[in-house]
C-alpha cells in the first residue's frame, strides 16, 4: 500500500469534517455570532480554533507534498503565518470553510498526480524550532504527520464542543457512513 493512499483519504475525510462541524456551528448560533467561535480556545496557552483551522490544512498539505519529495505550495506558509496571527486575525467561517475547501481540492489534485514513494526513504523533518527528526517516509506518515494532522482537528472538535455545539461521535465520523450495512442502522 502506498503512503498517500493512506493519509490522503484521511485528511480529505477529517478535512470535510471539520467543514461540516463548522458549518452545523454556524447553523446552531443566531445572528452571525459564530464568527466569535473562531476565537474561542481551550486554554489560555492554547492556539483558537481559527489556528486550529489553518494548521490542521499546512499539516495536510505538508503531508502529502513531503511524501512526494516536491517543494510546498505557497500555500503552506501563508496558513502558517496566519494561524500564528490568528488571535489578531481570526477571519470568518466563510473565510475557514474556503481554506479547508481549498486545502481538500489541492491534496486530492497533488495525489492525483502522485509518484509512489518508497516507505524506507529518509525524510529528515526540520521544526522552526531547531529540532530535526530523523525518519522514514512509513515513519513521519505514521507518526508525525497523521498525528500532527489529528492534533489540530480534534482541537477544533473540543473547542467547538466546549462552546456548547452540538457535535457528536457520527459528526466525528461520518464517513463511516458509507461503509454502513445496509439495515443495521438503529432506530431509537
Not at 490522503?8 to 445572528?31: C, D, F, H, R
Not at 473565510?95 to 491534496?107: N, P
Not at 523533518?125 to 505514521?142: K, N, S, V
Not at 450495512?181 to 438503529?186: E, H, L, V
Amino acid at each position: 500500500m502506498k503512503l498517500l493512499d493512506v493519509v490522503v483519504p484521511t485528511y480529505v475525510q477529517m478535512l470535510n469534517a471539520l467543514s461540516a462541524w463548522i458549518g452545523k456551528a454556524e447553523a446552531q448560533i443566531p445572528g452571525g455570532q459564530a464568527e466569535a467561535l473562531l476565537s474561542a480556545r481551550l486554554a489560555s496557552d492554547m492556539y483558537p480554533l481559527s489556528t486550529q483551522i489553518r494548521f490542521a490544512c499546512a499539516q495536510a498539505q505538508e503531508g502529502v507534498f513531503r511524501l512526494q519529495r516536491q517543494p510546498f505550495p505557497p500555500s503552506v506558509e501563508v496558513l502558517l503565518n496566519e494561524g500564528r496571527n490568528a488571535a489578531e486575525r481570526p477571519g470568518s467561517i466563510a473565510d475557514a470553510r474556503s481554506k479547508i475547501g481549498e486545502t481538500v481540492s489541492l491534496v486530492e489534485t497533488a495525489a492525483s498526480n502522485a509518484r509512489d514513494m518508497d516507505p524506507a526513504t529518509p525524510i529528515a523533518h526540520a521544526l522552526p524550532i531547531g529540532m530535526i527528526f530523523d525518519l522514514t517516509a512509513e515513519q513521519y506518515a505514521r507518526d508525525w504527520a497523521l498525528p500532527q494532522f489529528y492534533f489540530h482537528v480534534m482541537a477544533a472538535y473540543a473547542i467547538l464542543r466546549a462552546e456548547g455545539m452540538e457535535l457528536g461521535k457520527a459528526d466525528y465520523v461520518a464517513h463511516m457512513f458509507a461503509y454502513l450495512r445496509p439495515g443495521t442502522m438503529p432506530s431509537y
